[in-house]
């Protein structure tokens, strides 16, 4: 009975969040608010709470009401899902303002792109939005024959993996790497945060099909705006969810 009791609560206060009635920035009713309105004890009120946190509608803090926030867009990090076509699929409409296309020596990117530092690579810098909102900078790094093809199109207006597989160069196998960096000027400007905000920062090696490195980038995402998900299959047989990091 205390099930069934917490899911209608959460399905009401998620129902009112999604009709508008419950705002970003807007308190929840109170535990005891909710317990009298319900008639019911606190627990239940505690654990449809706790499913509307974990769906990332609310935020709760000690000593206030729980409050929601403004719904993140879940971004997954163990497929490669283009950016438009996971804002599309996300039911919003998505943008990009292209800062630099450029070519270049490799110098410090040589290592990344396993080329000389003396090789030419195309690199780009590029903003994308979701619904006219900064959400995402893109530094993006390939090597001179996957990269060429960019300055053949509008990059404001195209998916830049969705063309470069469409002459000849798709990601067969990709590495993401995820951490949190500090927002360096560019960041601060473009995605229109102080500088120092945390962002959160995906990092990614492409291959193609014979295994060698055609791109090399960065994604700075705002992260009160996208949360990355992982799927997972099951625990590993030595029974350890994570890689440790070597130091």
Partial sequence: MAEAVYTQIADDLRAQIAAGGLRPGDDVPTEAELAERWHTSRGPIRNALAALRGEGLIETSRGRPARVVARKANQAVDVSVPFTRWARDLGVSPGAQTQELSLRRAGDMAAALEVDPGDTIVSVVR????????????????TEVAGRPLFDVDLDQVSITEHLA?????????????????????????????????????????????GRIFEASEDRYLSEVVRFTVAASGISTDGHYMRAVGG
């Fill in 166 to 210: 469409s002459v000849g160069h798709p990601i067969v196998t990709l590495q993401h790497v995820i951490d949190a960096v500090a927002a360096d000027d560019q960041d601060a400007s473009l995605l229109q945060v102080p500088r120092g905000t945390p962002i959160l920062r995906l990092t990614r090696t492409s291959r193609d099909a014979d």
């Fill in 127 to 142: 903003l994308r939005l979701l619904d006219g909102r900064p959400t995402m900078l893109e530094r993006l790094h390939y």
